[in-house]
Nanobody, 127 residues
Framework: QVRLVESGGGLVQAGDSLRLSCLASGRAFSRNDMGWFRQAPGQEREFVAAISWTGAITSYGDSVKGRFTISRDNAKNQVYLQMNNLKPEDTAIYYC????????????????????WGQGTQVTVSS
């Protein structure tokens, strides 16, 4: 099992930037694909971004493409989400997740495919 702790959320204005961090501990973080998801009140959890265990492959949800960037530092057991040009519709709780069993090089986007989850960090974007 991988323990995940997110940080970096907060209250910002539209157009601002934030960088979320996720610190992992436990088994073989560097061998896991990692993802970011978000959930707004009354909505289902939504895929935001994912990165392969090497960092070479990334994938993004359509609503964040061109604005968000996922990255990782395996030496520090951390994965990051750089969020630029934030919009009010980006307001949500953001969750970090580990995919320990992806059999191929295509990043998975379903919550069902991720094995471990953090507690989430709140991001609020005011207009």
């Amino acid at each position: 099992q991988v323990r995940l702790v997110e940080s970096g959320g907060g209250l910002v204005q539209a157009g601002d930037s934030l960088r979320l961090s996720c610190l992992a501990s436990g088994r073989a973080f560097s061998r896991n694909d990692m993802g970011w998801f978000r959930q707004a009140p009354g909505q289902e959890r939504e895929f935001v971004a994912a990165i392969s265990w090497t960092g070479a492959i990334t994938s993004y949800g359509d609503s964040v493409k061109g604005r968000f960037t996922i990255s990782r530092d395996n030496a520090k057991n951390q994965v990051y989400l750089q969020m630029n040009n934030l919009k009010p519709e980006d307001t949500a709780i953001y969750y970090c997740a580990a995919d320990r069993s992806n059999p191929n090089n295509v990043m998975r986007t379903s919550t069902n495919d991720y094995d471990d989850w953090g507690q989430g960090t709140q991001v609020t974007v005011s207009s």
